[in-house]
C-alpha cells in the first residue's frame, strides 16, 4: 500500500508532520508547496487505495479531491484548524482532528494526539502560527528557560517565513526539502545547538528580509487597522507573512494587513486579526475571490486591483 503525507509548507504543517512520522516512522511520498497552495489533497493519485495523512490545510477547500479519495477506499487522517465547512464525512475510513479555535494550531492537535512525545516541535510552531502567547505559556510549562523559549520562537518564524512566496522558487527551502533535513532532529533544540547549514540560510535569509519589509511605505491606516505594502519583488513575497505577524505583535489594537504586488497587477494579501480580538480574518478574506483561511490569520491569493479600494474600505470598517 502506498502511503501519502499531504502538509502545508508553513511551520504548523512541518512540524505537525515532524512530530507525526518521528513518532510513526514511514516512507511515504510528501505532497506541499508554498503555504497559499492549499488545493493539495487533489494531488494524490486515486487510481489505487492508500493510506493518507492531511495536515494544516482547509477540508472546506480540499472536500471535493477528499471525498473521491475516500470513495476510491483511500483511509483518510485529517489534521486541521481551519475552516472545515458544514459537515465532516461520516464513513469509517475518515478520522479527523479539526478545532478552529484561535488559540490552537494543527501542531497541537498532533501533540496532544501523541501525548506530547515531541513537545518542543510544537511549540516552535505555535511561535511560527503567531501564537505567542500560547508559545509561552507552554515553554514555561515545559520548564524551558527564556534562551530556549526565544530559540524556538526564532525557529518558529523562521520555518514559517520560509512558506511564503507565490511559487517553490521564492523559497529558500522547498518544504519538503526542509521537512527532511529538520525531522532528523527529535528535539528543535538539538537542531538549533549543531546548527546546521540549512538553518543558518534560512535564519540569515530572514533576517536580511526583515530589514527590508520593516522599512515598507504604509498604504493606509487608521484607528483600527493598517495597510503596508510591498513591491513584486521575491524578497517581499518571501516576508509578507511573518512581517503581518511582526505588524500585528507591534499593533495588538489594530488588524493588520500585507498588500504585495503581483506580476498580472493583481495583489497578494495578508490579512492578521487583532491580537485583542482574534477573530474575523477569515470573514474577511472569504468577501473576495480566492480568499480564505483561519480566524486569526488569513489571505487572499489574487485581489484584482480593481477591488483593492473595496478592501482597504473593508479592512477599516470590519474591526472599527
Given at each position: 500500500?502506498?502511503?501519502?503525507?499531504?502538509?502545508?509548507?508553513?511551520?504548523?504543517?512541518?512540524?505537525?508532520?515532524i512530530?507525526?512520522?518521528?513518532?510513526?516512522?514511514?516512507?511515504?511520498?510528501?505532497?506541499?508547496?508554498?503555504?497559499?497552495?492549499?488545493?493539495?489533497?487533489?494531488?494524490?493519485?486515486?487510481?489505487?487505495?492508500?493510506?493518507?495523512?492531511i495536515?494544516?490545510?482547509?477540508?472546506?477547500k480540499?472536500?471535493?479531491?477528499?471525498?473521491?479519495?475516500?470513495?476510491?477506499?483511500?483511509?483518510?487522517?485529517?489534521?486541521?484548524?481551519?475552516?472545515?465547512?458544514?459537515?465532516?464525512?461520516?464513513?469509517?475510513n475518515?478520522?479527523?482532528?479539526?478545532?478552529?479555535?484561535?488559540?490552537?494550531?494543527?501542531?497541537?492537535?498532533?501533540?496532544q494526539?501523541?501525548?506530547?512525545?515531541?513537545?518542543?516541535?510544537?511549540?516552535?510552531a505555535?511561535?511560527?502560527d503567531?501564537l505567542?502567547?500560547?508559545?509561552?505559556?507552554?515553554?514555561?510549562?515545559?520548564?524551558?528557560?527564556?534562551?530556549?523559549t526565544?530559540?524556538?520562537?526564532?525557529?518558529?518564524?523562521c520555518i514559517?517565513?520560509?512558506?511564503?512566496?507565490?511559487?517553490?522558487?521564492?523559497?529558500h527551502?522547498?518544504p519538503?526539502?526542509?521537512?527532511?533535513?529538520?525531522?532528523?532532529?527529535?528535539?528543535p533544540?538539538e537542531?538549533?545547538a549543531?546548527?546546521p547549514?540549512?538553518?543558518?540560510?534560512?535564519?540569515?535569509g530572514?533576517?536580511?528580509?526583515?530589514?527590508?519589509?520593516?522599512?515598507a511605505?504604509i498604504?493606509?491606516?487608521?484607528?483600527?487597522?493598517?495597510v503596508?505594502?510591498?513591491?513584486?519583488?521575491?524578497?517581499?513575497?518571501?516576508?509578507?507573512?511573518?512581517?503581518?505577524?511582526?505588524?500585528?505583535?507591534?499593533?495588538?489594537?489594530?488588524?493588520?494587513?500585507?498588500?504585495?504586488?503581483?506580476?498580472?497587477?493583481?495583489?497578494?494579501?495578508?490579512?492578521?486579526?487583532?491580537?485583542?480580538?482574534?477573530?474575523?480574518?477569515?470573514?474577511?478574506?472569504?468577501?473576495?475571490?480566492?480568499?480564505?483561511g483561519?480566524?486569526?490569520?488569513?489571505?487572499?491569493?489574487?485581489?484584482?486591483?480593481e477591488?483593492?479600494e473595496?478592501?482597504?474600505?473593508?479592512?477599516?470598517?470590519?474591526?472599527?
Amino acid at each position: 500500500m502506498n502511503f501519502y503525507d499531504v502538509f502545508n509548507g508553513d511551520a504548523d504543517g512541518i512540524c505537525a508532520l515532524i512530530q507525526l512520522r518521528l513518532a510513526e516512522p514511514r516512507n511515504t511520498h510528501l505532497i506541499t508547496g508554498v503555504k497559499r497552495d492549499i488545493a493539495l489533497a487533489g494531488r494524490v493519485p486515486t487510481e489505487e487505495s492508500a493510506r493518507v495523512t492531511i495536515l494544516d490545510i482547509s477540508l472546506d477547500k480540499n472536500r471535493e479531491a477528499v471525498d473521491s479519495l475516500l470513495s476510491k477506499g483511500c483511509s483518510v487522517f485529517y489534521v486541521d484548524h481551519h475552516f472545515a465547512g458544514e459537515e465532516l464525512p461520516d464513513i469509517p475510513n475518515f478520522t479527523a482532528l479539526i478545532d478552529t479555535q484561535p488559540t490552537t494550531c494543527t501542531s497541537l492537535l498532533v501533540d496532544q494526539y501523541l501525548k506530547g512525545q515531541f513537545h518542543h516541535w510544537a511549540i516552535a510552531a505555535t511561535f511560527g502560527d503567531n501564537l505567542n502567547a500560547v508559545g509561552e505559556e507552554l515553554a514555561t510549562k515545559a520548564g524551558l528557560s527564556v534562551e530556549q523559549t526565544e530559540a524556538l520562537k526564532t525557529l518558529g518564524v523562521c520555518i514559517n517565513y520560509n512558506g511564503y512566496g507565490s511559487t517553490v522558487e521564492d523559497l529558500h527551502f522547498h518544504p519538503a526539502d526542509l521537512y527532511r533535513e529538520f525531522v532528523k532532529f527529535a528535539d528543535p533544540l538539538e537542531l538549533i545547538a549543531s546548527n546546521p547549514v540549512p538553518w543558518q540560510r534560512l535564519r540569515d535569509g530572514y533576517e536580511a528580509d526583515m530589514l527590508l519589509g520593516l522599512a515598507a511605505p504604509i498604504l493606509t491606516e487608521s484607528t483600527s487597522s493598517l495597510v503596508v505594502k510591498l513591491p513584486d519583488e521575491a524578497w517581499a513575497r518571501r516576508v509578507s507573512g511573518v512581517l503581518g505577524n511582526e505588524l500585528a505583535n507591534r499593533n495588538p489594537d489594530k488588524a493588520c494587513a500585507i498588500v504585495t504586488e503581483r506580476a498580472d497587477t493583481d495583489y497578494q494579501v495578508s490579512i492578521r486579526a487583532p491580537l485583542i480580538n482574534r477573530n474575523g480574518a477569515d470573514e474577511l478574506a472569504r468577501q473576495f475571490p480566492t480568499g480564505g483561511g483561519r480566524k486569526a490569520a488569513a489571505g487572499i491569493n489574487a485581489l484584482p486591483a480593481e477591488r483593492l479600494e473595496a478592501f482597504l474600505e473593508s479592512m477599516a470598517r470590519f474591526w472599527a
